[in-house]
């Protein structure tokens, strides 16, 4: 009799030290956030493993200089699609009422009109010198798609960041899953018959197209999607409205969009330049290693970033505290990418080899040192996130300057000192990745000090 009250008093104070845990582990689980995580990253997902499932038949049908091609075409879309909405598509979560958000979106789209024309007589007048300049003399003639691609990136991130206002994560989930499916079926099926860099240059382009189309069709059939009516009729007779709302968010061209374009020039630096001192060649390993290296932040970065925006709006509107809010969203991000990014590091070259094919263990030696710097990048997303609300964009593009400058000097370290692809990338990892943590503790600095105020 004793013996079962001692069992029953030890169940007891074990059940009282699991029910805590057990309770957090449910609140956990019905918090809205982790919900909305949850729904984001399993479209990202869906879409990241059908891009990685089609990847080693994709590797075995285009040749790295192929892949080379198409690295160096979206290394120059990259710099200039920042500037065709001049970031203020981002600025369409933030207004309380969608009178002045449908009216950000307008602004938006305006200006996307306006820079596509710009970049396409840029390109007409000099697209051969630069060509010639980034040794890409083939793809010349396709460079003119990038004003199109322009323009489908900026309808895409309009549409997309009004589905974040909206809340509507799951559109945005399965959207992402059905493009990527579409995408990659036709890469691979035209593989088959014309494995030209010119074909993955056309569907890179249109893909963003496909992308903007999906999203405004999944808007315009769901009520919740929509803008109120009543409050948009009730504000529109203010013919100032864009106006007003532009200057408000001047902060954005001025600031956000710089940042944004010299942070994608820095991020293009290394394939533009081991196609220029090099050739298409070292490109496209670095293209492949960028791409497997960057799922892991495509996967779960982005879904926190999309999701922790809202919610850290609001945070700040209700006076919470931020910098615990960020602090544990980053740990979750260095607990959850740890294993992969370090499987690579370890792995890099025997792994590449074995599922992209030979040609590209090269690859793979890229990806190892690559894993260590896009780690390092994967953990910032929700500082990044947390920069638009404290209002601290201008920081962020004089911290984006340093980043570049920093970077250029060490991959020109390795081209003109060492004369070596892989010890550039060496160099330029290593940099990088000491850059993005002292952007980590200066950002949380920063938040800090927000809150004091």
Same mark, same amino acid.
Request: overall charge positive; some cysteine; hydrophobic content about 55%.
């Given at each position: 009799?004793? #013996?079962?009250?001692?069992?029953?008093?030890?169940?007891?104070?074990?059940?009282?030290?699991?029910?805590?845990?057990?309770?957090?582990?449910?609140?956990?689980?019905? $918090?809205?956030?982790?919900?909305?995580?949850?729904?984001?990253?399993? =479209?990202?997902?869906?879409?990241?493993?059908?891009?990685?499932?089609?990847?080693?038949?994709?590797?075995?049908?285009?040749?790295?200089?192929?892949? !080379?091609?198409? =690295?160096?075409?979206? @290394?120059?879309?990259?710099?200039?699609?920042?500037?065709?909405?001049?970031?203020?598509?981002?600025?369409?979560?933030?207004?309380?009422?969608? @009178?002045?958000?449908?009216?950000?979106?307008?602004?938006?789209?305006?200006?996307?009109?306006?820079?596509?024309?710009?970049?396409?007589?840029?390109?007409?007048?000099?697209?051969?010198?630069?060509?010639?300049?980034?040794? %890409?003399?083939?793809? @010349?003639?396709?460079?003119?798609?990038?004003?199109?691609?322009?323009?489908?990136?900026?309808?895409?991130?309009?549409?997309?960041?009004?589905?974040?206002?909206?809340?509507?994560?799951?559109?945005?989930?399965?959207?992402? /899953?059905?493009?990527?499916?579409?995408?990659?079926?036709?890469?691979?099926?035209?593989?088959?018959?014309?494995?030209?860099?010119?074909?993955?240059?056309?569907?890179?382009?249109? =893909?963003?197209? *496909?992308?903007?189309?999906?999203?405004?069709?999944?808007?315009?059939?769901?009520?919740?999607?929509?803008?109120? #009516?009543?409050?948009?009729?009730? #504000?529109?007779?203010?013919?100032?409205?864009?106006?007003?709302?532009?200057?408000?968010?001047?902060?954005?061209?001025?600031?956000?969009?710089?940042?944004?374009?010299?942070?994608?020039?820095?991020?293009?630096?290394?394939?533009?330049?081991?196609?220029?001192?090099?050739?298409?060649? +070292? +490109?496209?390993?670095?293209?492949? !290693?960028?791409?497997?290296?960057?799922?892991? $932040?495509?996967?779960?970065?982005?879904? %926190?970033?999309?999701?922790?925006?809202?919610?850290?709006?609001?945070?700040? $509107?209700?006076?919470?505290? *931020?910098?615990?809010?960020?602090?544990?969203?980053?740990?979750?991000?260095?607990?959850? !990418?740890?294993?992969?990014?370090?499987?690579?590091?370890?792995?890099?070259?025997?792994?590449?080899?074995? /599922?992209?094919?030979?040609?590209?263990?090269?690859?793979?030696?890229?990806?190892?040192?690559? @894993?260590?710097?896009?780690?390092?990048?994967?953990?910032?997303?929700?500082?990044?996130?947390?920069?638009?609300?404290?209002?601290?964009?201008?920081?962020?593009?004089?911290?984006?300057?340093?980043?570049?400058?920093?970077?250029?000097?060490? *991959?020109?370290?390795?081209?003109?000192?060492? =004369?070596?692809?892989?010890?550039?990338?060496?160099?330029?990892?290593?940099?990088?990745?000491?850059?993005?943590?002292?952007?980590?503790?200066? %950002?949380?600095?920063?938040?800090?000090?927000?809150?004091?105020?």
């Amino acid at each position: 009799m004793a #013996r079962s009250v001692r069992i029953l008093c030890y169940v007891h104070q074990n059940q009282r030290r699991i029910n805590p845990l057990r309770h957090k582990f449910n609140k956990l689980t019905r $918090s809205t956030f982790v919900r909305n995580v949850t729904i984001v990253a399993s =479209g990202t997902a869906g879409a990241q493993v059908i891009t990685m499932a089609f990847t080693p038949i994709i590797t075995r049908l285009y040749d790295p200089e192929t892949f !080379g091609l198409l =690295g160096t075409f979206m @290394a120059i879309l990259a710099i200039f699609t920042p500037i065709a909405a001049l970031t203020y598509p981002v600025a369409i979560v933030l207004p309380k009422s969608d @009178a002045d958000a449908v009216n950000l979106a307008k602004l938006s789209v305006g200006f996307a009109f306006g820079a596509a024309g710009i970049v396409a007589l840029v390109i007409f007048f000099f697209g051969d010198g630069i060509a010639q300049h980034l040794n %890409v003399q083939s793809i @010349a003639g396709f460079l003119l798609l990038i004003p199109l691609a322009m323009l489908f990136s900026a309808f895409h991130q309009i549409l997309q960041q009004w589905l974040i206002r909206k809340k509507q994560f799951k559109i945005t989930a399965r959207i992402a /899953v059905v493009q990527s499916l579409l995408i990659n079926l036709t890469k691979a099926g035209l593989g088959w018959l014309y494995p030209f860099a010119a074909v993955l240059i056309v569907l890179s382009t249109f =893909g963003n197209a *496909l992308h903007a189309m999906l999203l405004l069709l999944s808007i315009r059939t769901q009520p919740m999607a929509l803008p109120v #009516r009543d409050e948009i009729d009730k #504000r529109s007779s203010r013919p100032s409205n864009i106006k007003t709302l532009a200057k408000r968010h001047r902060d954005f061209p001025l600031y956000r969009a710089p940042q944004v374009m010299i942070n994608a020039f820095s991020q293009s630096l290394p394939i533009l330049m081991l196609a220029s001192f090099f050739d298409p060649v +070292a +490109a496209g390993f670095y293209t492949l !290693g960028k791409m497997v290296m960057g799922i892991p $932040s495509a996967l779960i970065g982005k879904a %926190v970033g999309d999701v922790f925006y809202p919610r850290i709006t609001e945070a700040a $509107s209700n006076k919470e505290n *931020l910098s615990k809010l960020i602090v544990k969203a980053t740990l979750a991000l260095a607990a959850v !990418g740890f294993t992969p990014f370090m499987v690579v590091i370890i792995f890099g070259p025997s792994l590449f080899a074995f /599922v992209f094919g030979a040609e590209w263990v090269e690859a793979g030696e890229y990806a190892s040192w690559l @894993a260590l710097w896009l780690y390092t990048m994967f953990l910032t997303n929700a500082c990044a996130t947390a920069v638009i609300v404290i209002e601290q964009q201008k920081f962020d593009l004089i911290f984006a300057i340093y980043k570049v400058i920093a970077r250029s000097v060490s *991959l020109l370290i390795g081209f003109l000192y060492f =004369g070596d692809d892989y010890i550039s990338i060496v160099i330029f990892s290593i940099v990088s990745a000491i850059i993005n943590i002292k952007f980590l503790f200066i %950002v949380i600095y920063k938040v800090k000090k927000y809150e004091k105020r």
